[in-house]
Each structure stands twice: as structure tokens, then as C-alpha cells.
């Protein structure tokens, strides 16, 4: 079955440092979409890549979709604690008619201040 | 800003009990999920309705698990009897449609089963 896997699983790293959490998919995908979940929290949906290609912004998170609409990124410049959190990336397949989100395991990001 | 209402937020039980969680969706939105989320992991899909019509289940294990959205509008998902390996946080979601739309996720049921 369609997967979608997420490294790292954990990034620790010094505030102010940079992070980068990358997503693969096994098949292409219509879009992709990326979550946060902050710990005992649930997910809250950050943004949806379309495009092939495609580079989106927020503030410091960057977000990527690959030119083949295999992999994604998320970039965060200069972390804050506010960052903490585990980040999920969720494919949608292309093709099909369900429409089925299938999410990444997430990698857990943790800021020391 | 609406929000997708869950209950109950915790839930102990002990093996073989029956359990059931509710699900209240924003209003409009016609699509429902189910996820369950063990600690560590990402959430998986048990169950998707399109207003009161399921358009996945192939992750249900439907020898103990059943969902049902009646009316097209809040949904009910039960486990009987209940195993050890069903602890989990189990996670509803809804969106406006099932065609790409982003989710919006409730605050969960965490379920212990002793």
C-alpha cells in the first residue's frame, strides 16, 4: 500500500539553529499537506502543496514539493521553543477516488534554549 | 473559530469491555474521519464518511470495531470487546469535503485498556 515516510524521527536542536524534516512517498501524489502537533496536543494543519515544484512560505517555515511530486520538505530558520512539536507531513495519492490522506510517523522536533 | 468536539477526553477500560467515543464535526463539513494515533506514530485512518456514507474502512478492523454517522452529522465509534492493544489516542477529524481539503482535528479520546 501507498507510504509515506518521514525523516528524521527526532531533531534536537539549540534555538536559533536551523531544522529540516524530509517526507517520501513510495507513489506520486496529487498534494501534500503538513501538520503540527504540539506535545499533548492534536494536529493542526500548517499548509497544503499542490504543484509541482511548488515553494511556499511562513515566516520562517519554508515548504517544498518536489518536482516529481514524490517528496516534500518543511525548513525552519532560526528555531524558537515555540517550534517544539512533532511535524507530519500527509499525502493525498494521485489518482483514485478516495481521496485517502495517509500521514507520515512525524519527526519530533525539541529546542533547548 | 469552530472546532470538532470530542468526548470523552479520557477513557479507561479493561479488556474485553465495550467502549464508545462521539464525534461532533464542524458545522457543514460533510467529510468524517477516524484516526488513531499510538504514541510515537502518525495518525492512521480507520474509518472515512462522506456524509453518512463510509468511503473507507479498509483499516477498520471490523471484527471488533464499528463507526456510524447516521444523520450525516456526528458519529459514534465503538470497539467490543476491547484488547490491550487497542490503547491508543483515537482522533476525529472533519473537512468541507473529501476532494484535498485540509483537516480539522478534535482534541482526541485517549483510551487506556487494562
Known amino acids: 500500500g501507498q507510504q509515506v515516510m518521514q525523516i528524521p524521527q527526532y531533531q534536537h536542536v539549540q534555538e536559533g539553529e536551523d531544522f529540516t524534516t524530509y517526507c517520501n512517498s513510495s507513489t506520486t501524489l496529487s498534494n501534500i499537506q503538513w501538520y503540527k502537533q504540539r506535545p499533548g496536543g492534536h494536529p493542526v494543519f500548517l499548509i497544503q502543496l499542490v504543484k509541482s515544484g511548488e515553494v511556499k512560505k511562513q515566516k520562517r517555515l519554508t515548504f517544498q514539493f518536489g518536482e516529481a511530486k514524490k517528496n516534500s520538505s518543511l525548513h525552519i530558520t532560526a528555531t524558537q521553543t515555540t517550534d517544539v512539536g512533532t511535524y507530519f507531513c500527509?499525502?493525498?495519492?494521485?489518482?483514485?477516488?478516495?481521496?485517502?490522506?495517509?500521514f507520515g510517523k512525524g519527526t519530533l522536533l525539541t529546542v533547548n534554549p | 473559530e469552530a472546532e470538532v468536539a470530542q468526548s470523552p477526553r479520557y477513557k479507561i477500560t479493561e479488556k474485553s469491555q465495550a467502549v464508545a467515543f462521539w464525534c461532533d464535526p464542524i458545522?457543514?463539513?460533510?467529510?468524517l474521519y477516524w484516526y488513531r494515533q499510538i504514541l510515537g506514530q502518525g495518525p492512521e485512518l480507520l474509518v472515512q464518511f462522506q456524509d453518512e456514507s463510509v468511503v473507507d474502512d479498509s483499516q477498520l478492523p471490523k471484527d471488533r470495531f464499528s463507526a456510524e454517522r447516521l444523520k450525516g452529522v456526528d458519529s459514534t465509534l465503538k470497539i467490543q470487546p476491547a484488547e490491550l492493544g487497542d490503547s491508543a489516542m483515537y482522533l476525529c477529524?472533519?473537512?468541507?469535503?473529501?476532494?484535498?481539503?485540509?483537516?480539522?482535528f478534535g482534541s482526541g479520546t485517549q483510551l487506556s485498556v487494562l
Open positions: 477529524a472533519s473537512s468541507r469535503n473529501r476532494v484535498s481539503e485540509k483537516l480539522f
Open positions: 500527509a499525502g493525498h495519492l494521485s489518482g483514485g477516488s478516495n481521496y485517502k490522506l495517509t
Open positions: 458545522s457543514g463539513h460533510a467529510t
